[in-house]
């Protein structure tokens, strides 16, 4: 197998030194560089496996970077995780909707950061076969065919909207959406929602689920996301 290449680009040292010395000793091949503007080069040059991206660069910040790169058909592949701050919840947002994969809020522990960085690079690895007719966790059951709900085996019954929701977090547990790309996902068939009305679709979604409720996690101030326990 060959080795995964990760670009970091932070401008704080010691946070790039931590970084480099746990994806290197990870397996990983690891570059950094110190600004947005060198990140957006070196990422258009390496087309790294996965780019590490602060939010908070000097010059050209992080969502810009981000911006750039999502859309650029070329570099659009590559996964995002971005480094951001206490209290950048709407640029998490943001950047989550340009289309970064995950972020990761400094201070953060080098084991949470680094099973962040598997899960993102499992995903690219992922099929888009792996599509079955029922969704299975612990307890919840999802028949995609029959729009169908389980928990503990009995049937719950769910309005459309729930249940596109349910499925379309459901389909990749871990990752957080925002509100906006909830909404995007779940529209059609003239069933156009609000951001609002997500908030309001979730609180009944958890109400029918009761036991299994927990699935759907909140992320403050950035959305939901569905935590397969
Ligand atoms: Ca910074």
Not at 177 to 191: K, L, P, W
Request: with cysteine; hydrophobic share 40%; charged share 30%.
């Amino acid at each position: 197998m060959t080795q995964k290449q990760i670009l970091v680009v932070e401008d704080e040292e010691d946070i790039q030194e931590l970084l480099r010395y746990n994806l290197t000793k990870e397996g990983y091949q690891v570059n950094c560089v110190g600004s947005g503007e060198a990140g957006l080069q070196e990422a258009r040059k390496m087309f790294p496996d996965l780019l590490i991206l602060d939010l908070m660069l000097p010059e050209m910040n992080g969502l810009e970077v981000c911006r750039q790169l999502k859309s650029d058909s070329k570099t659009h592949p590559i996964p995002i995780i971005m480094l951001t701050a206490k209290g950048e919840e709407s640029d998490i947002v943001l950047g989550l909707e340009m289309g970064a994969d995950d972020y990761v809020t400094k201070p953060f522990s080098i084991q949470v950061f680094l099973s962040r960085v598997r899960a993102v690079l499992r995903r690219g690895q992922e099929t888009e076969s792996t599509e079955s007719d029922i969704l299975n966790f612990a307890d919840l059951q999802i028949h995609l065919g029959k729009h169908e709900v389980r928990v503990k085996e009995e049937l719950v019954k769910l309005t459309y909207t729930e249940f596109m929701i349910l499925e379309f977090l459901s389909r990749r547990p871990g990752w957080v959406f925002t509100r906006g790309q909830i909404v995007d996902a779940v529209r059609g068939d003239g069933y156009a929602i609000t951001d609002r009305a997500v908030d309001f679709q979730i609180v009944g979604l958890r109400k029918k689920l009761g036991a299994v409720s927990k699935y759907i996690e909140t992320v403050r101030g950035v959305g939901y996301r569905f935590a397969d326990a």
